[in-house]
């Protein structure tokens, strides 16, 4: 009886997961020229507008091979996982499809 019960209480269990990089300071190697489309973007938590107008994105500069992006933590933490959303244009896939 005891094992159900710690099963049941088991099943029943929420877990949920915190944003640690919500508006932590953040940087990029390459910003796109000197735009609003900044690092700090990446980490305001705002995800409804994806597209370059909805001013939600951090953007990399033209004709650089390397994106890279940075958030302090402000100290060592454990991560369960880590989620990035791109830049989507609002495409109702969720998939980026550069135009030519």
């Not at 370059?52 to 454990?78: F, T, Y």
């Amino acid at each position: 009886m005891i094992w159900l019960a710690l099963f049941i209480g088991h099943f029943w269990t929420v877990k949920t997961f915190e944003n640690i990089a919500l508006d932590r300071p953040a940087w990029q190697r390459y910003p796109f020229h000197d735009t609003p489309w900044n690092a700090t973007h990446a980490v305001d938590g705002r995800r409804s507008d994806l597209a370059p107008a909805g001013g939600q994105c951090a953007i990399s500069a033209d004709r650089k091979s390397i994106a890279e992006w940075r958030v302090d933590l402000g100290e060592v933490r454990n991560l369960h996982h880590v989620f990035i959303q791109y830049r989507t244009d609002n495409d109702a896939s969720g998939i980026y499809r550069p135009t030519k």
